[in-house]
């Protein structure tokens, strides 16, 4: 298994200021993904990162707006730009261990 | 995307069991998950089988797989008011892509 830690678990930001959220995993690990999961909704892919190349964005996400670095095997940031109350979600971070793939327990946003 | 597909709500009384459905599209599927989510809390992963299997039981937890018809079931048996949560039925694609499908709020009536 792994175990995934975030930070901050949650936060309250202005409009038009930037959040970075950061992902700690206990064991390297090849990709990390980043999901958002809106008030009452299922989860939707933001991107995959993979260490030492570019994170690929899903349709819909793109770079400018969710920014994400992989320095290592072990940790990965998303960064969320410019937010709008839209923005407002659980941001998750995910890594596959074998067959199975686990969550960390979410960042939860809020923007006023 | 594929479409993964479950009812939004089920109310159980406890002690007896409960069965929660999902229907997917994707008939290219590798792996099919459950997992759990408690208010405020992330997603604990708490079963999943191999498409070329059609059951898989870990202790309360029954899964049960109709691959012709694209539909998945967990049943939990007995019960209990701890179960109660949002569950997520997910499929992994042979791109190992991920899809969620809407959640089942269980209840669990004392």
């Known amino acids: 298994s792994a175990v995934i830690s975030q930070k901050p678990s949650r936060d309250i930001c202005q409009r038009g200021t930037s959040l970075t959220i950061q992902c700690q995993v206990d064991?390297?690990?090849?990709?990390m993904f980043w999901y958002r999961q809106q008030p009452g909704q299922s989860l939707t892919l933001i991107a995959t990162?993979?260490?030492?190349?570019?994170?690929?964005?899903e349709s819909g996400f793109v770079i400018d707006k969710f920014p994400i670095s992989r320095p290592n095997l072990t940790f990965s940031t998303l960064t969320v730009s410019n937010m709008s109350p839209e923005d407002s979600s659980i941001y998750l971070c995910?890594?596959?261990?074998?067959?199975?793939?686990?969550f960390g327990p979410g960042t939860r946003l809020t923007v006023t | 995307g594929e479409d993964v597909e479950q009812s939004l709500f089920l109310s159980v009384r406890e002690g007896d069991s409960s069965v929660i459905n999902c229907t997917y599209t994707?008939?290219?599927?590798?792996?099919l998950y459950w997992y759990k989510q408690e208010p405020g809390a992330g997603l604990q992963l708490l079963t999943y089988i191999f498409s070329n299997m059609d059951m898989k039981q870990d202790q309360r937890l029954t899964v049960l797989l109709n691959k012709k018809d694209k539909h998945l079931s967990l049943r939990i048996a007995d019960t209990q008011t701890g179960d109660s949560a949002i569950y997520f039925c997910a499929e992994k694609d042979t791109g190992n892509q991920f899809y969620f499908g809407t959640g089942t709020s269980l209840t669990v009536i004392p």
């Open positions: 990162a993979n260490q030492g190349s570019e994170a690929t964005y």
């Open positions: 995910s890594v596959g261990a074998g067959y199975e793939q686990y």
């Open positions: 064991s390297q690990v090849t990709m």
């Open positions: 994707d008939s290219s599927s590798t792996y």
